[in-house]
């Protein structure tokens, strides 16, 4: 089926390590979108990339880096995990005037 | 910058009960709107949009019409069921790219 698709589910991290979070599109849209959504604040846009290599800040970038590796794909890392990134990690992506279509998220644990 | 408030949860109903949810928006110019819908474990999926003054977005039985005197765009259903409890996310887009949420609002139908 179309959609957007995230990999990994769920994670669990100590502090301080790295880990990257991939999306991938199969719908040939052209923006994508990283955010997270926690409790009583909605989802907050961390980065997002209008184009094929483009990419730009969102309300809450700090602490993360995003790469647009090709049209489908646009992965989210996190060089230095920290408690405060305990979240769930959404992904999007649109085409023109659209409507987002979201991934299933990310369940990330930070100890 | 653009934001929007919606009513706070959680709210708890009773099968065949009116449901409402109230969302008001700031925004600069003319914003499309969105409800989107949140069913446990998932990822976001549009329920209804309106792009512009006076539009009625339906779907599923929910409504919600785009108010520009008021910068409101309700979301109403005038029998819910069990199927529809989740967490109901007012959005808006001023631009082409980016959507600004609402916190999210928690519905739960009880039988």
């Known amino acids: 089926n179309a959609g957007v698709t995230q990999t990994p589910k769920f994670q669990v991290l100590k502090t301080g390590q790295s880990m990257t979070l991939q999306c991938a599109q199969d719908m040939n849209h052209n923006s994508m979108y990283w955010y997270r959504q926690d409790p009583g604040m909605g989802l907050r846009l961390i980065y997002y990339s209008a184009s094929e290599g483009t990419t730009d800040k969102g309300e809450v970038p700090n602490g993360y880096n995003v790469s647009r590796l090709n049209k489908r794909e646009f992965s989210l890392r996190l060089e230095s995990a920290a408690p405060s990134q305990t979240s769930v990690y959404f992904c999007a992506s649109r085409d023109s005037a659209a409507p987002q279509h979201f991934g299933d998220g990310t369940r990330l644990s930070i100890l | 910058g653009d934001s929007v408030t919606q009513m706070e949860g959680p709210v708890t109903l009773s099968e065949e009960a009116f449901l409402t949810i109230n969302c008001t928006y700031t925004?600069?110019?003319?914003?499309?709107l969105f409800w989107y819908v949140q069913y446990p474990g998932e990822g976001l999926q549009l329920l209804l949009k309106a792009t512009k003054a006076d539009d009625k977005g339906s779907n599923k039985g929910f409504e919600a019409t785009y108010r520009k005197e008021t910068t409101s765009f309700h979301l109403e259903k005038g029998s819910v069921q069990v199927s529809d409890s989740a967490v109901y996310f007012c959005a808006l887009s001023a631009n082409d790219y980016k959507l600004s949420f609402g916190a999210g609002t928690t519905v739960t139908v009880r039988a």
């Open positions: 925004a600069t110019g003319y914003p499309s």
